[in-house]
């Protein structure tokens, strides 16, 4: 039972250009809504967050925006570069424990 | 800080061998969080501990055990390896409870069962 579901798979934008990945989910008991970046050989690392009580937060190229009625949210990264290119994971929690559920992964690479 | 560090970074195991991946973080973090990461299905949380001495069972549980005796400590145990658990292992770290918490990754453990 997959309760995070995130598309694309991959994608594959120009230098410059905007990547957009989705997320969506069922359960209205989630809290916290992180997007995670992971670069080959290495461990997630928090990009940017959003609790449900906005519908936009900004930081820097990338923002999440946020549709509590539809129960969906996006990571959109503006003039995307290649280093950017990494596997981005959307993920929600449920308030005890802190546990976050896991989107399957967007693999992003972005060409010259 | 060192953060979060996991041993050992690769290892292959035979079906039936067991095994211990440790991790430690320097961060004074309350919760630990044991994952697998396999193509496209993400990271799946194994098991979970909220303080030292306490530990849960997270979304895959089957086949792990895990101990956290120390606070900067948490183990995760194979008792019978079996080729279904070759994976990425990821430990992660947390501050504190109730606030919204950064998680703190691991480099990662690659393990394969033949």
């Known amino acids: 039972q997959q309760q995070v579901k995130q598309s694309p798979q991959s994608l594959i934008v120009q230098k410059g250009g905007i990547s957009i990945i989705n997320c969506a989910y069922e359960n209205t008991a989630f809290d916290y809504f992180p997007w995670y970046q992971q670069f080959p050989g290495k461990g997630p690392a928090l990009l940017i967050a959003?609790?449900?009580?906005?519908s936009e937060k900004k930081e820097g190229r990338f923002t999440i925006s946020f549709n509590k009625s539809a129960k969906q949210f996006s990571l959109h990264i503006m003039d995307s570069q290649p280093g950017d290119s990494a596997t981005y994971f959307c993920?929600?929690?449920?308030?005890?424990?802190?546990?976050?559920?896991f989107g399957t992964g967007t693999q992003l690479k972005v060409e010259l | 800080n060192a953060g979060v560090t996991q041993t050992p970074k690769f290892r292959v195991l035979k079906t039936g061998q067991s095994m211990t991946l440790l991790c430690a973080q320097d961060?004074?973090?309350?919760?630990m969080y044991w994952y697998r990461q396999d193509p496209g299905m993400g990271l799946r949380l194994i098991h979970y501990s909220v303080g030292e001495g306490t530990t849960a069972k997270g979304e895959v549980p089957d086949g792990y055990n895990v101990s956290r005796l120390k606070k900067q400590n948490f183990l995760l145990g194979l008792e019978s390896a079996a080729p279904s658990q070759t994976s990425v292992y990821f430990c992660a770290s947390s501050y504190s409870p109730g606030g919204f918490d950064e998680q703190y990754f691991g480099p990662g453990t690659r393990l394969t069962v033949t």
């Open positions: 959003i609790r449900p009580d906005v």
């Open positions: 961060m004074n973090h309350e919760y």
């Open positions: 993920a929600a929690r449920k308030g005890g424990g802190n546990k976050l559920t």
